[in-house]
């Protein structure tokens, strides 16, 4: 591919705050307009990668280039061409919706016709018009998150970054942010989206990355990464079973060849294993254990049966938050459990 | 040229949209009124003087009961408080010392006079020296010394008709009036001030309060808005613009300039209106003054900003930054009376220049030659506070 056609280029960048390596010598490229999937466990590196990106923050080391400027030595380039929905809304309460909009595009040198004609165009497209005189205070969340789509679409950038723009949002309004993005990536641009929902994830995006302890553990589509557990003799195995403890949970999560192991619900056990003969162990486990197993079929794996293959089962609790959210020395760190 | 349009386009934008947030925020609006007004009240009224001190209860065990005890007792209760009906005490005849010390200590009397038996005897008949005592309340050291210094000016007075009357009625008759009374009070002090009119507490208070409200509106508002934009994440909305960061810093003092200023002519007009404050300078050195201070002031405030990501965190440094200051830079208190060390940290603080210009122009009239040093000084700490402080909040937010 010519190097052109990259929209994205990131070279080696990390980012440490003291001993912490929250983003830890990464390298992707993302074409035009397709739409890139960031996937990770909480403090895996995702928002401080995209908050590198958007330059919110300067990168310890490596270089990137965002719609082919680059974010250390030309910021403001990189900041014409881009728009930010971060995982916090960039909305004013006290200012009406439409206001918002005129602020941020007077920010982005905007002419006053042109927040005018694309502030109507994108609050008409995103179903807010009827609501522009109001305060951004009394809308609900998903209003809120409509007007900031339509504020980071305003200035028309060519990469778009979204940080789980569909958190805390209803099912309706979830699926209408969901087929807008879909129609933003089809009108060309360029769309970085952190998620950890894996239906969105796998409904939107061409190509997902895996991120884990500021690492990329895997990048590829969303068919070839579920390759990785059956190309690696992966099974996910649907177990249920009669008289299940949590001693006989514990033993099958104990075995060597078991992965995962989830509860979807009482008595089924979603089982994750690699390697020869992984079954019949499962099994054989459980029933040593007073387990009586009454049915076990074999699952085609899903996006979440990789990402809990890749990165694990266990909880990750963050003692700071990923990134200060406009910079601040901190000396993170981050503790985990299992 | 463009840059410098465009640099102070953008700062107009974040004044512009912050003053609106601020307008629209009606508890921020209600709050930004009563706390001059407040301060007003407090400094105004609540600071005991001797010409605000009325209706102190004080007890009077008069032992004598003779002509000149009564007539003392007379004068004490009709003593009234200056240019007013109202009377400065309400005086209480008490039974015994050991009443004196029980109602002092239950609080109902603030203070006693014990005049002694064979007071007035003593000295009509026996022309001896007598002496009263005053009992003080030593839980309230500022009524008290008050109290003291206005019935030591009672009884000084009253010994000083007695003195004439007695040298006028055994050697005066040989004498005029204007030598009796030189006999008696040989000496006498006029005061003259600078400026017309009577020296008065809320004058030399006035200024202080001006500088510390718009000192108070910057550095507070000023941490607490870049704060509340970090914590809610506005704030990276306006990062993301292709802005300079010192343009949003300007925007952001722009508007806590513009209330700061708000402020300070809210306290002005009270203060003329409420307690006849008198200007005697130039409303425009003062507003020059009053600018600079804040100017004096943004880098500090810039400096918390960038170094707290919470509101609360920067309300709380910011109130241990001023509380200070608002002591020891003479606002309230006359610098001259603080210790060594303490006069040496005031001159450190911008405040304390801000306050001193403010008040040579508003209380002695001072031009700008006279206000020259304090504005220079002013200058100085804002240029060399920003020369900090702007690269550390670039730093920082870059991070």
């Known amino acids: 591919m010519d190097e052109q056609q990259f929209d994205i280029e990131v070279e080696g960048l990390s980012k440490h705050f003291g001993d912490l390596k929250a983003v830890n010598n990464i390298s992707f490229q993302v074409p035009k307009g397709e739409i890139f999937g960031f996937l990770g466990p909480n403090g895996a590196g995702k928002s401080t990668t995209i908050r590198m990106l958007c330059t919110l923050a300067r990168p310890t080391s490596g270089s990137a280039k965002v719609a082919g400027y680059d974010i250390v030595t030309q910021p403001d380039e990189v900041r014409r061409n881009i728009g930010l929905v971060a995982e916090k809304l960039i909305l004013y309460d006290r200012l009406t919706a439409m206001e918002n909009l005129w602020f941020f595009g007077r920010m982005n040198h905007m002419r006053k016709e042109d927040i005018k004609t694309r502030g109507e165009e994108w609050l008409k497209k995103l179903g807010m018009w009827e609501w522009r005189d109001k305060l951004g205070g009394t809308f609900s969340t998903g209003m809120k998150q409509r007007v900031n789509i339509a504020r980071a679409l305003l200035t028309e950038p060519s990469v778009m970054f979204l940080d789980e723009p569909t958190l805390g949002l209803d099912p309706q309004t979830t699926r209408a942010i969901r087929q807008f993005i879909k129609e933003m990536a089809e009108s060309g641009i360029t769309v970085v989206l952190t998620t950890h929902e894996m239906a969105e994830a796998e409904a939107l995006c061409d190509r997902i990355s895996i991120i884990d302890h500021g690492n990329i553990v895997a990048l590829d589509t969303d068919a070839n990464l579920k390759k990785i557990l059956s190309g690696d003799e992966g099974v996910v195995l649907d177990v249920e079973v009669e008289g299940m403890t949590d001693a006989t949970t514990t033993a099958c999560s104990g075995l060597d060849c078991v992965k995962a192991v989830a509860e979807p619900e009482a008595g089924r056990l979603r089982v994750t294993a690699t390697g020869q003969g992984a079954i019949r162990q499962v099994i054989e486990t459980l029933e040593s254990e007073g387990g009586i197993v009454k049915r076990a079929n074999t699952l085609e794996p899903s996006l979440e049966d990789v990402f809990l293959h890749l990165t694990g089962t266990e909880i990750r609790d963050e003692i700071s938050s990923s990134v200060p959210s406009s910079g601040g020395p901190h000396a993170s760190a981050k503790k985990r459990i299992r | ?399």
């Open chain 2, 1 to 399: 040229m463009k840059r410098f349009i465009r640099f102070f386009g953008d700062s107009g934008q974040v004044t512009k949209k912050d003053l609106k947030d601020f307008y629209r925020d009606r508890a921020r609006i209600v709050s930004f009124i009563i706390m001059p007004l407040f301060m007003m009240i407090m400094v105004g009224f609540v600071f005991p003087s001797q010409s605000s001190l009325k209706d102190v209860p004080i007890g009077i065990l008069n032992q004598d009961n003779g002509a000149v005890s009564t007539q003392v007792v007379n004068a004490l209760t009709n003593l009234k408080v200056q240019d007013s009906t109202k009377k400065v005490m309400i005086v209480k005849p008490v039974q015994n010392e050991a009443a004196i010390k029980e109602l002092i200590q239950k609080q109902e009397l603030s203070g006693a006079i014990v005049i002694p038996a064979g007071f007035s005897n003593g000295l009509l008949k026996d022309h001896e020296q007598q002496k009263v005592t005053v009992v003080t309340d030593q839980s309230n050291p500022q009524i008290s010394s008050i109290l003291t210094a206005m019935l030591g000016q009672v009884f000084d007075q009253m010994g000083k008709q007695m003195s004439t009357l007695a040298i006028k009625s055994t050697i005066g008759t040989q004498l005029s009036n204007s030598t009796v009374t030189a006999l008696v009070t040989p000496m006498v002090v006029e005061t003259k001030g600078l400026v017309a009119g009577k020296p008065n507490y809320f004058q030399f208070v006035a200024p202080g309060v001006i500088a510390m409200v718009t000192m108070m509106a910057v550095m507070m508002g000023l941490a607490g808005s870049i704060a509340r934009e970090k914590e809610q994440g506005t704030m990276d909305g306006i990062l993301v613009a292709p802005v300079s960061r010192f343009s949003i810093i300007m925007g952001k003092t722009g508007a806590q300039t513009v209330r700061g200023l708000l402020q300070g002519s809210i306290v002005l007009l009270l203060a003329m209106t409420l307690f006849h404050v008198k200007v005697y300078g130039n409303f425009l050195i003062m507003l020059l003054v009053v600018i600079l201070g804040i100017f004096s002031f943004v880098g500090l405030g810039i400096l918390v900003s960038a170094a707290v990501e919470e509101q609360e965190t920067a309300m709380t440094i910011m109130m241990t930054v001023t509380f200070p200051m608002l002591f020891l830079s003479g606002a309230f208190f006359p610098v001259q009376q603080m210790p060594g060390f303490m006069q040496a940290i005031s001159k450190c603080i911008p405040l304390t220049y801000e306050v001193q210009a403010l008040r040579q122009v508003v209380v002695l009239g001072a031009g700008l030659s006279e206000v020259l040093r304090p504005v220079l000084i002013l200058l100085g700490f804002g240029v060399v506070t920003l020369a900090i402080s702007v690269p550390a909040f670039k730093r920082v937010i870059a991070t």
